[in-house]
């Protein structure tokens, strides 16, 4: 699950979502793509290949910085920048 909130505190929760340059384009593939199942890793290098489709020659793996809050820890883990290369 994701969640933003907005300059009014209100909150959203949403299962994918993109926000920034570009992104009812990202949306749509989300909407295409994005299955109920799909595990952390899968989700990771989804997001991954969307954005590479998006930004084409401007994308750099080097710009992307990725956390994972799992359920069972609730603790937030950062990856680094060589565990965020494995998935592209």
């Known amino acids: 699950k994701l969640y933003t909130s907005d ?46 489709e998006s930004l084409n020659e401007n994308f750099d793996i080097e710009r992307f910085n990725i956390g994972v809050i799992k359920t069972k820890n609730k603790k937030l883990k950062k990856l680094t920048k060589e565990e965020i290369k494995k998935y592209n």
Do not use: C, H, S, V
């Open 7 to 52: 300059i009014t505190g209100n909150y959203f929760e949403y299962n994918a979502i993109a926000i920034g340059g570009n992104d009812n384009k990202i949306k749509e593939e989300l909407r295409k793509r994005w299955k109920k199942d799909i595990t952390t890793e899968e989700g990771i290098k989804l997001a991954l290949e969307i954005f590479k």
